[in-house]
């Protein structure tokens, strides 16, 4: 299999972030008297916080903006992810040993500040080439012209990447823009990310399975 570029999800995929990010919005829906548990955010785990703010606020909160409901929810989490943010394990030893064969994107439907943050908490950027954040795309995940995007400023067809990622929404954006996309279930089970081409338990398992294409490439 001849693999040139490989575009990597951030949150749930590289980075343990999914559970600041569920515990920084239940906190502030909370103070705002919204009594939110953790399977009521998993839903929205792959998608961009606009969309919980627009979801909550024409439901439940309809006195709140979206714009200030979201404004808040992303800078208390930059301010925790730059102190509580870890990759998962192994990450930064696969990437190093990754980047001497193909160069590495980033994929996210994160803002660029989230990921300044997520940056400022690990050695993550040192090992990518290109970063397509949700502030460089029209259109987010599920979309594809997050990896489209990707993959055009790799200079590399889409169909000679592999994808990560730990979310439907993230794996369907992937696969629509023509990527072999790998799940990894540190988000949700396998039935959930059954459209990936191929599904691992957790990141290490995944990166240590890319790796091992790359050496017989």
């Given at each position: 299999m001849q693999i040139d570029g490989i575009v990597f999800d951030l949150d749930g995929t590289l980075a343990d972030t999914e559970p600041l990010h569920i515990d920084t919005w239940l906190v502030i829906l909370n103070n705002l008297g919204?009594?939110?548990?953790?399977?009521?955010?998993?839903q929205w785990i792959g998608l961009s916080d606009r969309l919980v703010a627009e979801h909550v606020c024409?439901?439940?909160?309809?006195?709140?903006?979206?714009?200030?409901?979201?404004?808040i929810k992303?800078?208390?989490?930059?301010?925790?992810?730059v102190t509580e943010v870890k990759l998962f394990d192994q990450v930064e030893e696969y990437l190093l040993e990754m980047s001497q064969y193909v160069?590495?994107?980033?994929?996210?439907?994160?803002?660029?500040?989230d990921v300044s943050a997520v940056f400022q908490a690990t050695n993550l950027q040192k090992f990518l080439k290109v970063i397509v954040t949700a502030n460089d795309v029209s259109f987010l995940k599920p979309h594809p012209e997050p990896y489209q995007s990707a993959a055009s400023l790799l200079g590399i067809n889409p169909s000679l990447c592999f994808a990560l990622e730990d979310s439907p929404a993230g794996i369907h954006s992937a696969k629509s823009a023509g990527l072999f996309a790998i799940g990894v279930e540190n988000?949700?089970?396998?039935?959930?990310?059954?459209?990936?081409?191929?599904?691992?338990?957790?990141?290490?398992?995944a990166l240590a399975y890319i790796l091992d294409v790359l050496k017989s490439n």
């Amino acid at each position: 299999m001849q693999i040139d570029g490989i575009v990597f999800d951030l949150d749930g995929t590289l980075a343990d972030t999914e559970p600041l990010h569920i515990d920084t919005w239940l906190v502030i829906l909370n103070n705002l008297g919204l009594k939110f548990d953790e399977s009521w955010m998993h839903q929205w785990i792959g998608l961009s916080d606009r969309l919980v703010a627009e979801h909550v606020c024409e439901l439940y909160l309809k006195d709140q903006s979206v714009e200030n409901l979201q404004h808040i929810k992303q800078q208390t989490y930059r301010n925790r992810a730059v102190t509580e943010v870890k990759l998962f394990d192994q990450v930064e030893e696969y990437l190093l040993e990754m980047s001497q064969y193909v160069p590495i994107a980033l994929a996210t439907n994160s803002s660029r500040e989230d990921v300044s943050a997520v940056f400022q908490a690990t050695n993550l950027q040192k090992f990518l080439k290109v970063i397509v954040t949700a502030n460089d795309v029209s259109f987010l995940k599920p979309h594809p012209e997050p990896y489209q995007s990707a993959a055009s400023l790799l200079g590399i067809n889409p169909s000679l990447c592999f994808a990560l990622e730990d979310s439907p929404a993230g794996i369907h954006s992937a696969k629509s823009a023509g990527l072999f996309a790998i799940g990894v279930e540190n988000s949700h089970p396998s039935e959930k990310l059954k459209e990936a081409n191929l599904i691992f338990s957790d990141t290490p398992k995944a990166l240590a399975y890319i790796l091992d294409v790359l050496k017989s490439n």
